[in-house]
């Protein structure tokens, strides 16, 4: 590492090496201003770097430990705190129990597998980040503790599914994508971070860093102009704008850090590019950072856009240079997508709902039972005590305000009633040329389904299938408008890759098993599958593999409906619903409120 | 936003208010500064129920026991309540004291958030994510204005008459109907597009963390104004008049817009009322109906599945045509 305190602002190439330390030491300079979301699976990339991470932070650290894990399936009480019963038992008096949330205080909370936590716990998470306090009401413990969190994200989710929470990603203001990064495994020997001691001095300076009062208009334009809309963003691009500057040992926040700061921030999150007349090249290529950074070649390069008039010319020209900085850090799927034009609002990633896990604490209270809480059961102290009043004389209580002898068999805690729910997944065929009108059946009922549904908190899913294959219109949700806004434009035409439909919902109910809740699986075809899995046009090699693939599915035992859509109710649908084990219902005239009827039915079944 | 939760202080027996919005609106934010305007009030010291010298002391478990002792009063502020994500049942309601209960095994009732929140504001952040069972204890209480306690051998019943604020993103799951004809008003917010706008909140705010204090102190005559313009409201409340005219329109929105009941007529006219009073206004025009006709029917519409519209949409043009007419 350089003897001089300045990390180089214009990363040298590979850019994603350079942005990628930069990150990394950012996060661990201020963690409680910053919080870092790391995407990207297990793999000696994400080893290298969170080891590096752990020892730098490490070093910061009064303890000398890099951050508090949260393990997945944590109890509420263990992350919040409550009461600690043995204490309080013991000492006769309440004891509260820190939670995990307060213990990291001052520290990084490390979140693995952030896709699945429940949605309760990210939001109380994010509760705390805001306040900067932790509000407790539980279990006769009422406080409000000032807790400071840095918080670390890892995201291990797939491109199709599900990823970290967005309340939880719009506040951590660096987003990191390791898939990226791990392409270019020769180069990562450049990877290093900053020291601890440079980490130090920069966290003395941090807080009298110059910030001209223009940089917010810029960076809102910038925002703007990538699609952006967060504020939180915006605003994290000045707080890391602030801190590269003292990393850098500089004393006020000029161009090219504020430049930097953008991408780093704004790169990763943006929807769009922008639609300037300038002469951006619409898919800039890796390199092409070295050109952009440094102001002069940026000024010739571009033609000053005509709409920044109210801004004035200096504002715009040094806005392009942000625009610029910006534009390479931009994700590669998104630039596929369309240059200059703008990409339809990338489906919002739904956070996995809560689980109603077996004794996580949730449900109507119903009765008690013997036993010790664990797990987050709750104590029913009033019978635990009625329990243990007859025996005290016996047990030699010394009298009548000395404590109460209380043993492990007089304990009783609250049974629940736990309701998991159900996610219904619409599987439809939306090949050929009764597309359209399956599509519309399928919508109806998955609105009378949500009408339904949200009085009983079920989620409803869908899937189409057509020409080679399967894609996942609508992700699991409860929320009518979101479905209502993924259900206005569908598709339809071509072949019938059933094999590819029924994989894609298979996968969906897998999901949601792992989740806590029950899958139902709707299936709206004629069954006549003519396109395999690869995306061939082979009925007959299509048909062999339905079989094997709907045996693997009947398997795995989801309660499944199959709707035979064509005109004369024929054979295949319904050796199709044999063969997954399924209830079969012709319905060749499209019916909405039949086909959520049938559901219904098929719902109350199961819960029975 | 601001609109309606001012109206919200100003008359409580509008019945609350439910902010739908994206992330990072400032909900919570605006509600947590409601707190700042409103005016104090004299209650009986100690009372953890927070009982007025004028209301009923047999009716409150605290005072009840504490006959003829003199009463004192303090002057407090009218509370805002947070009820926190994470809350159990005893905590909200009230349970047991454990304190006394472990060692002399003596029963006596620790109140709860609702005790709290007597004649004050309880806000609930992302309500949509509520537990069930919890919001089916709001919607009770919220409705008796009484908070019956009946567990682990307790037997307490005490007043809770609050104002409900809630705020959620509608994305991220449906509110139970129940749930939300609660409300009295409904908003919807969103982030600011225009570009003036959102740099001057990104400034606000860094100003605000650079130094909170100075912050306060930069808008203190402002906050002082919007307190006293709430207080006066509040006392001017009764004297605004409603014109049989306007009376009729409302009417008419109601009918024409398929509102069911007379919920949503009344809480249009309260609200009307509350307006015009925080205007300074002695009578309610139909201009203030319908400036704040959205708050109020927005969330009691009649779901119509062949209507794509959302349901601002809906509502102006209900107001359009009644209003021309």
């Known amino acids: ?608 | 936003m601001k609109r309606a939760l001012l109206i919200a202080a100003v008359d409580p027996r509008i019945g609350g208010v439910m902010v739908f919005g994206d992330r990072g609106t400032g909900k919570s934010t605006a509600v947590r500064g409601l707190a700042d305007l409103l005016p104090q009030e004299q209650v009986v010291r100690d009372c953890p129920y927070r009982r007025r010298a004028d209301e009923p002391a047999e009716d409150c478990p605290h005072c009840s026991t504490r006959s003829g002792t003199r009463v004192r009063l303090r002057k407090e502020t009218v509370p805002v309540v947070d009820l926190p994500l994470g809350a159990t049942e005893d905590r909200v309601v009230g349970a047991l004291d454990i304190e006394r209960a472990l060692p002399a095994a003596e029963k006596s009732f620790e109140p709860g958030v609702l005790a709290r929140a007597h004649r004050g504001f309880l806000y609930v952040d992302e309500i949509n994510l509520l537990e069930d069972h919890l919001v089916d204890l709001l919607l009770d209480v919220a409705a008796s204005s009484v908070n019956v306690v009946e567990r682990e051998g307790l037997s307490i019943r005490h007043a809770a008459r609050f104002v409900l604020i809630g705020s959620g993103n509608p994305e991220e799951g449906e509110l139970r109907p129940q749930l939300l004809d609660r409300f009295g008003l409904a908003v919807d917010v969103a982030t600011p597009k225009g570009l003036t706008d959102r740099v001057e909140v990104v400034k606000r705010r860094d100003a605000f963390e650079q130094d909170p204090s100075a912050f306060v102190k930069r808008f203190a005559r402002r906050t002082g104004a919007l307190r006293r313009s709430i207080a006066r409201a509040r006392t001017a409340l009764d004297e605004v008049e409603v014109p049989d005219a306007v009376l009729e329109r409302a009417a008419a929105l109601c009918l024409e817009l398929g509102t069911d009941g007379l919920r949503g007529e009344l809480t249009l006219l309260r609200a009307a009322r509350a307006s015009s009073a925080l205007d300074g206004a002695s009578i309610v025009s139909e201009e203030t109906l319908a400036a704040i006709a959205s708050l109020a029917l927005r969330h009691r519409l009649r779901r119509d599945p062949l209507d794509e519209s959302g349901s601002e949409v809906r509502v102006r043009r209900a107001l359009e045509k009644v209003l021309i007419a």
């Open chain 1, 1 to 608: 590492m350089n003897a001089r305190a300045s990390i180089p602002v214009v990363a040298p190439a590979p850019a994603l090496i350079g942005d990628l330390s930069l990150a990394l030491s950012l996060f661990a300079l201020d963690p409680a201003g910053s919080g870092l979301l790391l995407r990207g699976g297990h793999g000696p990339v994400r080893e290298r770097v969170l080891s590096a991470l752990a020892g730098l932070l490490s070093a910061l650290h009064v303890d000398g430990s890099p951050w508090r894990r949260v393990p997945l399936g944590i109890g509420d009480d263990r992350l919040l705190g409550g009461l600690d019963l043995t204490a309080t038992l013991s000492a006769g008096r309440p004891v509260a129990a820190r939670g995990l949330l307060a213990e990291a205080d001052g520290s990084v909370l490390l979140l693995p597998l952030v896709e699945h936590v429940p949605a309760s716990q990210i939001t109380e998470i994010c509760s705390v980040l805001d306040r900067g306090e932790l509000s407790l009401a539980r279990d006769g413990v009422t406080e409000h503790i000032a807790v400071r969190l840095g918080v670390l994200a890892l995201d291990e989710s797939e491109l199709d599914e599900s990823g970290c929470s967005p309340a939880l990603a719009d506040r951590l203001l660096l987003h990191v994508d390791l898939p990226a990064v791990s392409t270019l495994t020769g180069e990562f020997d450049v990877f290093e971070l900053a020291s601890a001691s440079e980490l130090r001095r920069a966290r003395e300076r941090r807080a009298s860093i110059y910030v001209p009062d223009v940089s917010a208009a810029r960076v809102c334009e910038v925002a703007d102009a990538f699609g952006v809309l967060s504020l939180r963003a915006v605003r994290g691009v000045l707080a890391i704008a602030r801190s590269l500057a003292a990393l850098s040992g500089v004393d006020a926040v000029d161009d090219e850090i504020l430049a930097s700061a953008s991408r780093l921030v704004l790169g990763p999150r943006a929807t769009r590019m922008p639609a300037v007349e300038s002469e951006i090249d619409p898919v800039p290529e890796p390199q092409r950072h070295e050109d952009s950074a440094s102001p002069d070649a940026e000024s010739k390069s571009e033609s000053e856009p005509d709409d920044d008039g109210d801004l004035g010319p200096d504002l715009s020209s040094s806005t392009d240079v942000l625009l610029e900085a910006v534009a390479t850090a931009v994700p590669a799927d998104v630039l596929a997508g369309l240059a200059g034009t703008t990409l339809p609002r990338l489906a919002p990633r739904s956070g996995r709902a809560g689980a109603a896990r077996k004794g996580s604490g949730r449900g109507r209270p119903a009765g008690t039972r013997a036993g010790l809480p664990r797990h987050g059961e709750r104590l029913a102290l009033v019978e635990t005590l009625r329990t243990a009043a007859p025996w005290q004389a016996l047990r030699g209580r010394a009298g009548p305000h000395a404590p109460v002898q209380i043993r492990a068999e007089d304990f009783r805690i609250v049974r629940r009633k736990v309701r998991t729910p159900t996610l219904t997944i619409f599987a439809v065929d939306a090949s050929g040329s009764a597309a359209v009108q399956r599509l519309a059946e399928a919508k109806g009922a998955i609105e009378h389904l949500l009408a339904e549904c949200y009085v009983r908190r079920d989620e409803v899913a869908l899937v189409a299938f057509r020409g080679t294959g399967a894609e996942v219109l609508l992700p699991p949700t409860r929320s009518l408008l979101r479905a209502r806004r993924s259900l206005s434009a569908l598709p339809g035409g071509g072949g019938t890759p059933l094999a590819a439909g029924l994989v894609a919902a298979d996968r969906l109910a897998a999901d949601a098993e792992r989740a806590g809740s029950t899958p139902v699986l709707v299936l709206l075809t004629d069954g006549r599958a003519n396109v395999t899995l690869a995306g061939d046009g082979d009925r007959r090699a299509a048909r062999t593999e339905l079989e094997t693939l709907t045996r693997r599915i009947a398997a795995r035992g989801v309660a499944t409906v199959v709707i035979d859509t064509s005109r004369r109710p024929g054979a295949a649908a319904q050796t199709l619903s044999d063969q997954l084990g399924a209830r079969y219902r012709p319905l060749p005239v499209a019916d909405g409120a039949a086909v959520s009827a049938e559901i219904l039915a098929l719902q109350t079944e199961i819960a029975a």
